[in-house]
């Protein structure tokens, strides 16, 4: 395997792919803003190998990516939550969005992401095509686009 590391690079861009420049990782965080929080159900949505899944985990929420929250006892199991730190990752997987959308989606779009205020589609620089508000994870609804595969 790949090292993760970059020690002779002084650049942001590869300490930032350090931590979420790996296989899965900025997959976790995409299904974590949209609501995922349990070790089963990341599991279930990705198809990702149990001790992959426990690693990525467990590095970002060392990281502070991401915060675990104990929701049961007897055995203890927690939920992952988005920290602010997490929630910043929004805008770079929507501009990976835009781009995969414009270079890597010839049948369209697989996910039509829309200003849940009035409809209007978002735009490449994170804003609503119809009333130009500048728009983050709370404020979008996510519906299958023309390039959606049937998954049922």
Partial sequence: MLPRT???QVCSIARS????????TLLIVRDALRGVRRFDD???RLGVAHNVLSDRLSRLTEAGVLERRLYQQRPDRYE???TEQGRDLWPVLMSLLA???????PQG??????????GGRLTPRLTCADCGAHLGPDDV?????PGARDVS
Avoid: N, Q
């Fill in 141 to 145: 609804d996510l519906r299958p686009g």
């Fill in 80 to 82: 992952y939550h988005l």
């Fill in 42 to 44: 990341f599991r279930a």
């Fill in 99 to 105: 781009w995969g959308d414009r270079y890597l989606a």
């Fill in 17 to 24: 792919l350090e931590l979420i420049g790996d296989r899965w």
């Fill in 6 to 8: 970059y020690e002779h």
């Fill in 109 to 118: 779009p697989p996910l039509l992401v829309s200003h849940r205020s009035c």
